[in-house]
């Protein structure tokens, strides 16, 4: 099956016992058994249930991956990685990464005495000399958010592999639809799916693909001692929006393109991040690694917090909040929404400066967001 077959169809066959087309929300907590250890393949939902297998499966076949675990949230499913860390393991991150990951490393894994390397991964000789005896992970965020920087999976998957260290990617920007990470070589994906997965900024979620079974049993154990899972519903939801990602992040990209090439060419506008432009640093890589370049659009207006507020006050079909990957466009001041956890040093070390605005780019009518850019730029 191709891509939008498999969003339609994979782990959403006709429900057995009544015939549903579509996958039914099983809601309930228990599962009534024949006798001891005698059921249908469910005993309790934190476990499993049959509208989240649906999911699972379906996720799993977009990711080209053998396993799928959904989440309660996008750093649900970022923990259940990290705890499969022990104390005195070594990890590699970027040090442009999402703010909340950057605080789950600090407040949470690190104080257990998992010790993480902070560095450029545009310089694949920085991340070849971090590598240590205790290396067990390298963590990938591309693009990054918001800067929007592209880094090679497949070059430091391969450095990784040499180094016995796991590769996870996570690819809530990019999407399956558009970037592919385990056949370039990662081990394990991770989605915020609130995102674009959903699609429609009503849930959030969060999701884990792996192809390794010991793997995929690691973190399963993680998932079933923890119990951050999503509701039957939220699964359900989330089926639903997945449907249709791919007509959706066509649109979203072609809607991208139009900002990106405004904002190019705009007075207001000191500089543009979109991979998809030939300016953009990561534009190669991206090429080779991604089938399209995603519906983020940064960029940075002339002047500091003052003009960027006067900016989102004047905005009418883009709306001033936190998160993206929704068919509705949305923008966000990233130094102190997304990036608050981070120190105000690195903050500007890693281009979050303070007339940084990040655009997600919705899927209305691109007239009708240029005009909302031009009148919120005047």
Not at 85 to 99: A, F, K, T
Not at 185 to 191: F, L, N, R, W
Not at 281 to 305: C, D, N, W, Y
Not at 360 to 378: H, M, P, Q, R, T
Request: proline share 4%; glycine share 8%.
């Amino acid at each position: 099956m191709k891509f939008e077959t498999k969003a339609i169809w994979v782990g959403q066959e006709a429900d057995k016992a009544t015939g549903a087309t579509i996958v039914p929300i099983y809601q309930t907590s228990t599962y009534t058994q024949e006798e001891v250890n005698k059921h249908k393949g469910y005993e309790y939902s934190r476990v499993g249930n049959p509208t989240r297998t649906a999911l699972d499966t379906c996720l799993a076949s977009l990711e080209e991956g053998n396993h799928g675990l959904s989440f309660a949230s996008g750093l649900a499913a970022e923990h259940a990685i990290m705890a499969i860390l022990r104390p005195g393991d070594h990890v590699i991150v970027p040090e442009d990464m999402y703010g909340g990951t950057y605080r789950l490393i600090k407040e949470i894994i690190e104080p257990m005495n998992v010790d993480f390397t902070f560095t450029d991964f545009t310089d694949l000789g920085k991340i070849e000399r971090s590598f240590r005896p205790s290396t067990k992970m390298v963590w990938i965020e591309t693009p990054t958010n918001p800067i929007l920087k592209i880094f090679d999976i497949k070059a430091i998957s391969e450095m990784s592999h040499k180094c016995n260290a796991l590769v996870v990617v996570d690819n809530t920007f990019a999407t399956p639809y558009f970037q592919k990470p385990l056949l370039l070589g990662a081990d394990i994906v991770v989605h915020s799916t609130t995102k674009y997965i959903n699609g429609h900024s009503d849930l959030i979620g969060g999701a884990v693909i792996v192809n390794d079974d010991t793997l995929y049993h690691r973190i399963l154990l993680v998932q079933k001692s923890v119990g951050a899972i999503p509701s039957p519903f939220d699964s359900w939801l989330t089926l639903r929006g997945v449907k249709t990602l791919a007509v959706r992040m066509r649109q979203h990209e072609e809607n991208a393109f139009e900002v990106a090439r405004f904002l190019l060419g705009h007075p207001k506008a000191e500089a543009v991040f979109f991979p998809g432009l030939e300016t953009h640093p990561g534009h190669e890589i991206a090429k080779k690694q991604m089938t399209g370049f995603g519906g983020i659009v940064s960029f940075r207006i002339k002047g500091g917090l003052a003009e960027a507020n006067t900016f989102f006050k004047k905005l009418k079909v883009f709306q001033l909040a936190d998160s993206l990957g929704g068919i509705e466009s949305l923008a966000n001041y990233s130094a102190l929404m997304t990036h608050e956890a981070f120190p105000a040093e690195l903050r500007k070390k890693i281009g979050v400066t303070d007339n940084l605005i990040r655009l997600s780019i919705g899927i209305e009518n691109i007239e009708d967001l240029i005009e909302d850019l031009k009148n919120a730029l005047i």
